[in-house]
């Protein structure tokens, strides 16, 4: 089974795609920079797996033509940006920056894996999205916009490409121990200024100190992505799915 996975360089990403090679899958590791693909190219060697690694900015035109060249059975869009700040104040180029990353050039690949896909009817595609693409939370708005729209796409897909063999579905992993929130609420550090700001920033060590092994997360990625039958929504950790839910339920409920 030939499995692309974007934003394989570091995080979820790359545990997944080293598991996922573990298990005897063919991978196609996209990752970022070339230091991240000579890495996984190394990991791969040392331990004598079955993984491409390619360099795959999702935002590079050069780099999506090049990816587009292999086949693929599942296409796993993963790679992502974070930015923390308020929504009143984040600089509207981290918000395209983040759009650009986490929706647009997703979206490119989608549009370009379509054909093979769709031409053998069968195939898979799987979105990478968040919790907070259900649970918006303060100071992560802009994020969160980027998973709501995975999530009205991944949605839409769903209904358009499984009539003709190819089925559509999210991850949507909580907060894990990656670095990669720690970095999403660090990013703020290149703009805000507490002379000018509107409001106060936010403290989110609690939240920074209370995330998860992601081991959990990459065990349940690499045992989802290629697995026959599963939930439409992949979430971890345990009982996240049930806050989710009761999250949905306040939003209806809220006044103003």
């Known amino acids: 089974m030939d499995i692309l996975i974007t934003g394989a360089g570091s995080g979820l990403g790359r545990g997944a795609a080293l ?11 996209g990752a970022e920079i070339w230091p991240q693909v000579r890495a996984l190219r190394d990991e791969a060697r040392r331990e004598g797996l079955t993984l491409e690694a390619i360099k795959l900015d999702v935002t590079d035109q ?14 796993v869009l993963n790679a992502g940006v974070q930015e923390a700040g308020a929504v009143v104040e984040i600089p509207m180029s981290r918000v395209r920056r983040s759009f650009e990353v986490n929706v647009f ?3 490119h690949l989608v549009q370009g894996f379509a054909p093979q896909l769709l031409d053998r009817g069968a195939g898979k595609v799987i979105w990478v999205s968040s919790a907070v693409g259900i649970r918006t939370r303060p100071w992560v708005g802009v ?16 209904g358009e490409l499984e009539p003709r063999g190819v089925r559509v579905a999210t991850i949507n992993p909580g ?23 509107l409001l106060d920033r936010p403290d989110l060590s609690d939240y920074l100190a209370h995330q998860d092994d992601p081991q959990e997360m990459v065990d349940e990625m690499v045992r989802v992505i ?10 971890r950790p345990e009982g996240l799915r049930e806050r989710l839910r009761e999250f949905e339920a306040q939003v209806w409920d809220a006044g103003t």
């Open 19 to 29: 598991g996922l090679a573990r298990a005897g899958h063919h991978v196609i590791a």
């Open 62 to 75: 050069t780099d999506r033509a090049a990816a587009l060249r292999h086949r693929v059975d599942i296409l």
């Open 105 to 107: 050039g997703h979206l």
């Open 143 to 158: 994020y969160a916009a980027t998973k709501h729209a995975i999530e009205a796409l991944a949605w839409a897909m769903k």
């Open 175 to 197: 907060p894990y121990r990656t670095g990669y929130n720690d970095t999403g609420v660090e990013a703020m550090d290149q703009w805000w200024d507490g002379s000018s700001a």
């Open 226 to 235: 290629p697995a026959a039958h599963h939930p439409y929504r992949t979430t």
